[in-house]
C-alpha cells in the first residue's frame, strides 16, 4: 500500500518530511531538501530507510517547511 502525502508551500522552503512509529522512532526520512512554492505531493510506501516492509499499526508524519511544523496520524493497513 501507497500513501500520499500532499502539501502547499506559499513560498520556496527547506521541507523535511519524516515519519515516525508510535514509539516516536524515525524510521523513514522522505523528503529533505528546498521546494519552491506551489502544491506538492510524496507517497509513501510502508516501508522503512532500510527498504524493510512494516508492520500494520499507527505511524506519524512531521512536516516541516521553514517554520512551518505540522503531524500528522497516518494508520498502515497491511
Do not use: C
Not at 528546498?34 to 512494516?54: F, I, K, P
Request: zero cysteines; aromatic letters at 8%; proline letters at 1%.
Amino acid at each position: 500500500p501507497n500513501t500520499k502525502i500532499t502539501f502547499d508551500l506559499t513560498r520556496d522552503a527547506h521541507v523535511i518530511l519524516i515519519i515516525y512509529n508510535i514509539l516516536g522512532q524515525e524510521v523513514r526520512v522522505l523528503i529533505n531538501e528546498q521546494r519552491g512554492a506551489g502544491s506538492h505531493s510524496e507517497s509513501w510506501d510502508g516501508t522503512d530507510a532500510g527498504g524493510r516492509v512494516l508492520s500494520s499499526g499507527v505511524y506519524f508524519y512531521k512536516l516541516t517547511a521553514g517554520t512551518f511544523q505540522d503531524i500528522k496520524k497516518m494508520l498502515l493497513l497491511r
